[in-house]
C-alpha cells in the first residue's frame, strides 16, 4: 500500500520522464485506428483540394476550349466525364470548377469566421455593457434570418460568384458569434484564466494566448461544418441563377445547364451534382469527426 | 414569471425585431446608388424622363421619409406598395403565393417530423450496431445532398422515366409529391441526427436508471422521462425548420415551378422589382417571428424549468 502510494508522485518529480511518455502517447494515438468519419472526411476534403490546386495538370483541355462536333460526346477515352452541349470537356469543367466551389464556400466562411470570432471572444470575455452592446447588435443581425439577408444583398447587388460569398458569409456572423460567445463564457470561468488575470495579464494577451488557442478546436469544427453549408447553399443559388454566371464553370451552374439534357447526356449534370455530394459529404463528415474527437460538448 | 407575461415579452421582442428588419430590409434596397427608374423606363430614356418618373414615384425624395411613408401606409392601412413591374399590390401577390408555400412546408415538415423522429429513435436504440451505422450514413448524406441534385433526379425517375407525376406545377396533390420530398429529405436528416443525440445523452442521465432502478414500467420510464426530455430540443429544431421551409424553399419552388413566395420573390430579384422582394421578406420575418413565439411557448410548457427560469 504504501509503496503504491509512493511510486505515484515520483512520475510527477520527473518531468523529462513524463513528457517522453507524453510524446509516446502521442505517437501511439496517432497510429492508432481514427474513426471512420474523420479518415472519411479528411481524405474527400484533401482529394478536393489536390484537384483544385493540380486542376490545370490534371486536365487535358482548357475547361472553355469549344470542340466542335463533340458536342454531348459520352464519357469516354477521349472527354473522361464527356462533352458538353457546346462540346467543352466536362471533366475540366468540374475539375476546374473546384476552385470556384472551394473558393466561394471557404471565402463566405471567412467573411462570417473573422467577425464572428472576434466578436464572440470580446463579448463573452468583458461582459458587462460591451457584451450587452454586440448582443444586441447581432441580434438586429438576426432579425433577418436564414438567407434572407443574403437574398436582398444578392438583389441590390446583382448576382455573382463574388457577391453570392460575401451575401453567405455575411448572414452566417450570429452562428459563429454566438458559439464562440458561449464557449468563451464557460471558459472564462476555469481557473487557468483566472490564474494568468491574478498575475497581471492584459486582455488583450489573455484573449490572444489563452482563450483563442483552447478555442480553436470548436473554431474549427465549425468552420469544416459552414463551408459545407456555405457549399450547398451556393450552388443552390448559382443553380436558380442568383450566384455564379454561366460560362463560369461552377458547379451549381453546371448542373443546372445539364438539367436540360438529362436523358440525352446524363453526365452533364451527373458529375457536377457528384461533385458537390463528395465535397459536402467531406466537410461534413471531418466536422463530425473532428467533434468527436476534441470537443468537450457539442457545436451547432 | 407568469405565462401571459412571458408572451407579452417574446411578442413585443418580435416586433421590434420587425421593425428593425424592415428598417434593414428597406435600406439595403433603396438607399444605394441606381434604382428601379432604370429598368422601368429603359436605356433609351432620357435624363429628364427619368426624373420624371423618380418624381411620380416619390423616389426623389430622402431615404428617411419614404420609410417612415413605408412603414406608415404597412402598419396603419396593411399595404406594401405596388409591384414596379405590372403594378399590382404586393400584399395581393404575397397572399396568393403564401399559401401554397405554407401547404408546401407544413407536408414537408410533418413528412420529415415523422421519418426524421423514427430514424433518429432506431438508431440511439440500436447504438453501436449496424443499423445505427446505415441509418447515420444516411443521414450524412440526406444532409450532404444539393436539393436541387434530388429535384432533378425526382423528376427523371417519377416524371419523365415512369411518367406516375407531374413535374411542373401546382394544382392536384400529385403536384405536391416531388417538392414536398425533395423538401423532406435534408430537413429529416437534420431532425434524426438532432433525435439520435438528445436521444442518446438522456438515455445516460442518472434519473432514468434510478427510474429503471425503482421498478417503473419500461413504457413509463420512456414516456415520462426519456422521451418528454429529449424531444425537447427537437421540437424547437422542427420550428426553426419550417421558418426555413416557409422562408427558405425557393430553390426547390423554382425548380418545380411552384407558385410560391420564394419563386416570386426570385423572380422579382430578377426582374428588380424591389417593393415585391421587399414585401415577401417583411413577410417572411413576420412569419420567422410567429414561429419562434410557438415555439418558445410550447417549449415552456413542456420543460418546467423553462418556465420558471428568466428568460
Redesign the interface.
Known sequence: MAQELDSRPLVDLLPRVRKWADAQSFTQRLNKKQPF?LVAGAGLVTLMLLIATFAPLLTRFEPDTIFRGAQLTAPGGQFWFGADALGRDLFSRVAFGTRYALGMSIGAMLVSAIPGILLGVVSGYRGGWVDNLISRFI??W????????A??????LG?SLTTTALALGLSGIPGFFRVVRAETRSLAKTPFIEAAESIGARKRRIIVCHLLPNLSSTIIVLCSLRI?TYL?AG???S????GAQPPLPEW?TL??AG?DY??QAWWL?FFP?LA??CT??GF??LG?GLRDKFCRQ?VE | MTFAKRLFRRAAGGLAALLVASFLAFMILEASPGDVTDILVGDSATQAEKDAVRQEMGLDRPVIPRYFEFMENLLLHGDLGRSAVNNRPVTELIAQRFVNTFLLAISATLLALVVGVQFGLHAALHSRTWLDTLLSVAMAAGLSTPVFGLAILLTQVFSVQLGWLPAIGAGSIRHFVLPVLSLAVPTAAVIARLTRSSLLETLQMQYVTTAHGKGVPRNLVWRRHILRNSLVPVISLVGVQFGHLLAGAFIVETIFAWPGLGRLTVQAIFDQDYPVVLGSVILAVVIFQVLNLIVDLIHSLLDPRIRTAEA
Open positions: 468519419n441580434e438586429v438576426l432579425s433577418l434570418p436564414g438567407l434572407l439577408l437574398l436582398l444583398l444578392i438583389a441590390r448576382p459545407g450547398l450552388s443552390g443559388l443553380f436558380i441563377g442568383l451549381g448542373l443546372s438539367k438529362f436523358q449534370g451534382g458537390i455530394l459536402v459529404l461534413n463528415l463530425d457539442s
